[in-house]
């Protein structure tokens, strides 16, 4: 459960540097900038293929990063209580 949380705590921190990125940093060339693609692109490309255009808004990270959110209270924190429900005895 904890692996579980932290992986998606990683990758909400992960989409969200990338929006702060893009916002503050057009045209940086960082070396770090397409491992940040290559991590978060698999998340984000799907959401991305299903909303429509928005005039070069890009609405994927919000919804990603909100399912991010879901997820880890409907997931995480279940899988956590059981746990230590188990443990408890």
Do not use: K
């Not at 909400?12 to 693609?37: C, D, E, K, T, Y």
Request: net charge positive; no cysteine; glycine share 8%.
């Amino acid at each position: 459960a904890e692996l579980v949380a932290f992986v998606l705590s990683l990758f909400f921190w992960l989409i969200l540097l990338r929006v702060l990125v893009s916002w503050i940093g057009q045209g940086a060339h960082h070396p770090m900038l397409p491992l940040l693609a290559q991590l978060t692109e698999p998340l984000l490309r799907p959401v991305r293929r299903r909303l429509p255009a928005l005039g070069g808004f890009d609405l994927s990270p919000m919804l990603v990063i909100l399912g991010l959110l879901l997820a880890r209270i409907l997931l995480a924190a279940p899988l956590r209580d059981f746990g230590l429900a188990l443990a408890r005895g």
